[in-house]
């Protein structure tokens, strides 16, 4: 299995790509994930990368890739997450496959209403005391002293930034339904449903047992 998950903020896709990747033995590649931990690991890579945020400039594409070849060629299977966020970022992970003599099997889109992912993501608080994150609706903080709090929101997901980064999401990234589309490997996904039922829907759409 090797597929990319994509949707906007809040549609669930690192949660799906490590429920699927524990159902299936395939290898969850966050590409935040391996950004920080280039810069952790001090690397050239990362210094150039740290160079870029400390600037307040976009990473640029072949970098990200350049780090990403070494987990997408470790691997057998596995789920892309949080990459590509654009063409150019497509054509560029399609040029590394090319080198890495691998093909993609699917691309999965995540799909929910923007007023659903707004109430999804603006409900949450996240624990000053423990990191844990809760929301107001659908996982209130405890009432029973386990976690002290205080809780609160973050900024990123005020309704205000969380509107501007669908946005972005809408005019950016949403378009590789289609170019993904005209090569036969789009499927997608009701993010709405309950998380298990999403997990079983993208493996049946990729041809997987649930």
Do not use: C
């Amino acid at each position: 299995m090797r597929i990319i998950l994509l949707g906007p903020q809040g549609a669930g896709k690192g949660t799906q790509a490590q429920r699927i990747a524990d159902k299936v033995g395939a290898k969850h590649i966050s590409t935040g994930d391996i950004v920080r931990a280039e810069i952790k690991s001090g690397s050239e890579l990362g210094q150039k990368v740290q160079d870029y945020n400390d600037r307040g400039e976009l990473v640029p594409d072949e970098i990200i890739v350049q780090m990403a070849k070494p987990y997408l060629d470790d691997a057998d299977s596995w789920i892309l997450d949080g990459f590509p966020r654009n063409e150019a970022q497509a054509k560029a992970l399609d040029a590394a496959l090319d080198e890495l003599g691998e093909d993609l099997d699917a691309v999965v889109a995540l799909e929910a209403p923007d007023e659903a992912l707004v109430t999804r993501l603006s409900g949450r608080r996240q624990s000053q005391a423990t990191g844990n994150i809760y929301h107001v609706e659908y996982d209130p903080p405890p009432e029973d002293g386990d976690d002290p709090g205080p809780f609160v929101q973050r900024k990123d997901d005020a309704e205000e930034a969380i509107r501007r980064r669908l946005e972005i999401y809408h005019e950016q990234t949403e378009p590789l339904k289609d170019y993904y589309a005209e090569r036969g490997l789009l499927v997608v996904v009701d993010a709405e449903q309950e998380i298990p039922k999403v997990t079983e829907d993208i493996l049946e759409a990729v041809g997987e047992d649930a």
